[in-house]
Nanobody
């Protein structure tokens, strides 16, 4: 699976931004698709994930209520809508896919997109 992420940019605190991640190649409906992020000097952390088969959604506590993950089966695309952004949300955001059910652990994912930078100014 090849993943192409887009949509990052600069936004003021309290603002909103949307990311998208389109898959190509061998895509299977049982894949889980996730978003992770990595801030400078920090480890990559889980943000949100969605089960491709039933649409069940999972969120990190730090983004719950502010971020929404969704998917478009026809377009093979997963979206991350981010609102009420905070400076601590600044990071490179990566989309990922795995051929097994949901996991919040980065090393459990088989395929990764190239990353897109989100910068939230205070």
């Amino acid at each position: 699976v090849q993943l192409q992420a887009s949509g990052g940019g600069l936004v003021q605190a309290g603002g909103s931004l949307g990311l998208s991640c389109t898959a190509s190649g061998r895509t299977v409906s049982s894949y889980a698709r996730g978003w992770f992020r990595q801030a400078p000097g920090k480890e990559r952390e889980f943000v949100a994930a969605i089960s491709w088969s039933d649409g069940r959604r999972y969120y990190a506590d730090s983004v719950k209520g502010r971020f929404t993950i969704s998917m478009d089966n026809v377009k093979n695309t997963v979206y991350l809508q981010m609102s009420s952004l905070k400076p601590e949300d600044t990071a490179v955001y990566y989309c990922a896919a795995r051929s097994r059910p949901y996991s919040g652990i980065p090393r459990d994912y088989d395929s990764w997109g190239q990353g897109t930078l989100v910068t939230v100014s205070s």
